[in-house]
């Protein structure tokens, strides 16, 4: 069987969790398929990273490069859907490429699946990003879930998103299929040398080990929900380390408002870093090592991979109970989840926020002053991973679906 992955990251450009699904998936699928990867960005130079064999990085077309952004994709989406001929299925990720995987189908008279990242009618806040081209966003994406073969959702929260936001969508199509985690890539270092690298990585950082600390991961973005952490750190207890591993802010409005809200919290405790860069694996892992409590406060969160490798490195995650954050996180074992009661116009927001940011405050506090809690939740964070969450398995669910969309006609 030859499967076609049409994705917008792939190796050397990954910044969110999309991508890194993709580049994982791929790796796991190619025992069993013959795989080709589609992806933006232009070629991949020989000897580079994401210059396999199979893989085709496709650059924007030069007469759009004065266009709306979503004009520019959809133009990539059209070199994309020709490259696909001669395949079996297509498998598109994100709305970037579904486009891309609806047209395929179409050309080539191929089944085409969905991996569901993320949907745009709960990302309302994008219109602030695209402008016109939050209108064409969505549309590709609707057209592209009403027509497709199959729907991989990746928690059981994504699937009832998906058919509550296209009920259009035929339930027997959305199967459930969650994220992976690389077990032997995220895990704490050992070793005199690893521990050596570690140390020097929280020097540079600026990272107090021996402080009681929670640790954040992500973009600054409306659906991580950084402000309402910010606003809750400011009732953790005064010895408790912040680190905030987040940039790539979506628009210049959110970054301001973290970098004031950043601002007041150092004038109110000390500990807080921020770390803008995107940092190398094994530099974050340190971070993750040397911390107590991960925390994910999304108000929009479809699975979070971050919460994975978090809890791989063997941190217990205190997450927001919304998406499919309770698929990952059991409630008292692995980590504590915040109740959170949200507006259902898309955007998420919180109905009380100060309840919200008090509630996650208190479990915060609840977690990082019990060392002996945080061990217990740390090991049974690291073996939930290992039981549910090896790309191994997920691999074989993937090719389930493929199978099944096949056999479908």
């Known amino acids: 069987m030859r499967v076609d992955l049409l994705t917008k990251e792939y190796p050397p450009q990954i910044y969110g969790g999309a991508g890194v699904h993709v580049n994982e998936l791929a790796k796991v699928l190619r025992p069993l398929a013959d795989v080709r990867v589609h992806a933006f960005g232009g070629p991949r130079e020989p000897g580079t990273e994401g210059a396999d064999e199979g893989v085709t990085g496709y650059p924007e077309i030069a007469e759009l490069a004065e266009a709306n952004a979503a004009l520019r994709t959809f133009g990539v989406d059209l070199e994309i859907a020709q490259g696909t001929e001669g395949t079996d299925l297509v498998h598109s990720h994100t709305w970037y490429a579904n486009l891309a995987g609806h047209l395929a189908g179409l050309l080539h ?84 040398e690893a521990d050596a690298a570690a140390q020097a990585t929280l020097e540079r950082l600026g990272i107090d080990p021996q402080r009681p600390t929670v640790v954040f991961v992500g973009r600054i973005t409306r659906q991580k929900g950084l402000p309402h952490l910010l606003r809750a750190c400011e009732m953790l207890p005064d010895d408790v380390q912040v680190i905030l591993c987040a940039g790539a802010p979506d628009t210049p409005e959110i970054k301001a408002e973290v970098e004031g809200l950043v601002a007041g919290l150092r004038d109110k405790r000390t500990g807080v870093v921020w770390i803008e860069e995107m940092l190398p694996r094994p530099e974050l892992i340190a971070v993750l090592a040397a911390s107590d409590v991960f925390v994910c406060p999304s108000v929009y969160e479809p699975l979070g991979i971050v919460n994975l490798e978090a809890m791989a490195v063997g941190l217990p995650v205190v997450g927001s109970a919304t998406g499919g954050i309770p698929d990952v996180i059991v409630d008292g074992e692995t980590g504590l989840l915040v109740p959170i009661e949200q507006v259902q116009d898309g955007t998420g927001t919180p109905i009380d926020p100060a309840r919200f940011e008090a509630d996650l405050a208190e479990r915060l506090t609840a977690l990082v002053t019990d060392p002996a809690k945080v061990s217990a939740m740390g090991k049974a964070a690291r073996a939930r991973v290992e039981d549910h969450f090896a790309w191994q398995a997920i691999a074989q669910r993937t090719m389930d679906v493929y199978t099944w969309v096949l056999e479908q006609g």
Not at 123 to 146: D, H, N, V
């Open 109 to 192: 008279g191929v089944p085409h699946v969905i991996s569901a990242h993320s949907l745009e009618p709960l990302r309302p806040w994008k219109a602030e990003q695209l402008g016109g081209g939050y209108a064409l966003s969505s549309w590709a994406e609707r057209t592209a879930y009403e027509a497709a073969s199959g729907i991989i959702a990746v928690s059981n929260g994504m699937r009832e998103d998906i058919l509550r936001s296209y009920p259009a969508v035929d339930p027997e199509r959305v199967k459930v299929v969650h994220n992976g985690i690389d077990l032997e890539a995220w895990q704490r270092p050992e070793g005199q």
